[in-house]
């Protein structure tokens, strides 16, 4: 499970006017409709989703991706943002995201690829093609091309724009927005990009700034990268307490020498939840636990942090997909 800024579900909201209930949409993902527009501030991939089918219930969604990428501004985005419009090039501003979309998000990867035709902008995105996550990956192609538009000192348009998922009711909207043929139904999200586009001066490129803003963004990369010791610490901890039942964040933040309140901002800053990681950390106890004989299933589910069997299999049935008995049956 990954988290996306809160700054996507507050534009994808602005945007949509009095057609829905601002107020109660923002509040299903625990946002304030007058709260403060704070890129760092995470959300969770799930919930973010349920936001925008929560919305399609209120209006037609369709267009929505293509009026919130419209919409999307460069210094929205913070230092990237900066960073995007400081590029020399836009092939320099899309590499900008290609190496530092974790500070954004961390469920969706994106990556350029040369091609005989020009270069593809692939976003990589893993899970069930629910409404929310087609929207949502939509809106950041949609992004793409608007921010490109601000910078370019021509007409931008891709040459192509391909999404994984099938195509809605109409796509009239979606091929006037991008300027070009757009494919659903193909084998990856991404926009086919020429090499001309990619290699013209930005309107307000500039070395200087670039240089700041990148060694700025360097260091933001660097903290996030620092994720895997207080990982391994949270679930260290999680592992030990879960024989007492399941752990509070609170209890464990005290172990680690936090407050409840850092423990959470310095996971969300890395794209982490502690809900997230205690339910890994029982997952890999059980998975290591069922490869020895000498545990019976009741003291596996106690170990983990279930005080029913019944509890824990269905909670395991969650994670793989199989009962814990029949898993042990496969290691044999």
């Known amino acids: 499970m990954g988290q996306v800024t809160s700054l996507f579900a507050r534009k994808v909201v602005s945007v949509a006017g009095d057609a829905i209930h601002a107020k109660s949409v923002l509040a299903s993902v625990g946002l304030d409709v007058d709260g403060e527009w704070d890129p760092k501030h995470m959300l969770e991939e799930d ?26 501004r460069p210094d929205e985005y913070g230092a990237l943002g900066l960073a995007w419009k400081a590029a020399p090039n836009l092939l320099g501003s899309f590499s900008r995201v290609e190496r530092y979309w974790r500070l954004w998000t961390s469920f969706s990867q994106y990556e350029l690829v040369d091609t005989d035709e020009g270069t593809l902008f692939v976003e990589h995105r893993a899970g069930v093609r629910r409404l929310g996550m087609r929207i949502s990956i939509e809106a950041d192609l949609a992004s793409g091309v608007s921010l490109s538009r601000q910078v370019s000192p021509r007409g931008f348009a891709p040459l192509e724009v391909y999404f994984r998922h099938a195509a809605p009711g109409t796509t009239e909207h979606h091929e006037a927005y991008f300027g070009c043929p757009v494919h659903f139904g193909a084998d990856m999200d991404a926009m086919l990009l020429s090499r001309q586009s990619l290699t013209e001066p930005n309107l307000l490129g500039d070395e200087g700034i670039t240089q700041f803003l990148v060694s700025h963004l360097d260091v933001e990369l660097a903290e996030i990268d620092d994720a895997p010791p207080l990982k391994a610490k949270t679930k260290g901890e999680i592992a030990r307490a879960l024989s007492e039942g399941l752990p509070k964040m609170s209890d464990i933040a005290l172990s680690l020498g936090l407050s409840a309140r850092s423990l959470h901002r310095r996971l969300a800053e890395q794209g982490l939840s502690f809900h997230t990681l205690t339910e890994e950390t029982r997952q890999d106890i059980a998975v290591n636990m069922l490869r020895e004989d000498q545990y019976a299933l009741s003291e596996i589910a ?27 049956k496969t290691l044999k």
């Open 302 to 328: 106690f170990l983990t942090g279930y005080s029913e069997q019944s509890a824990f299999n269905r909670a395991f049935k969650r994670w793989t997909g199989s009962t814990p008995a029949n898993y042990r």
């Open 47 to 72: 919930d973010y989703y349920g936001m925008i089918e929560l919305m399609s219930e209120q209006m037609d969604i369709t267009p929505l991706p293509l009026i919130v990428g419209e919409a999307m």
